[in-house]
């Protein structure tokens, strides 16, 4: 069965730091462009950040210069270091990977199940 298992969510105080991973286990063929999203009550999901295969990053605009997405191509994995924490950061992060599970199989998007990230003030 393939999954995306997040880890690394849980609280910290503003200013603090933590570091989310995501594994992408399962039989998969190729793992394409891997990144997190978040999502606060009563508000839309929104982009943290994405890494393609090709190396490249992206950051939303909320988190640019204190977030910084990285991955393991070896094993599947992406990770998020997030710094200098605000009260603001707290979300449900959901991690998201475009998987192709066989050589001839299409490229799909698949979602964790999302960890909580609190930073409180």
């Known amino acids: 069965q393939v999954q995306l298992v997040e880890s690394g969510g849980g609280l910290v105080q503003a200013g603090g730091s933590l570091r989310l991973s995501c594994v992408a286990s399962?039989?998969?063929?190729?793992?394409?462009?891997m990144g997190w999203y978040r999502q606060s009550p009563g508000k839309q999901r929104e982009l943290v950040a994405v890494?393609?295969?090709?190396?490249?990053?992206n950051y939303g605009d909320a988190v640019k210069g204190r977030f910084t997405i990285s991955r393991d191509y070896a094993s599947n994995t992406v990770y998020l270091q997030m710094n200098s924490l605000k009260p603001e950061d707290t979300a449900v992060y959901y991690c998201?990977?475009?998987?192709?599970?066989?050589?001839?199989?299409?490229?799909?998007?698949?979602w964790g199940e999302g960890t909580l990230v609190t930073v409180s003030s």
């Open positions: 399962g039989r998969i063929f190729r793992v394409g462009a």
């Open positions: 998201n990977a475009d998987l192709q599970l066989g050589r001839w199989s299409s490229v799909m998007d698949y």
């Open positions: 890494i393609p295969s090709d190396g490249s990053t």
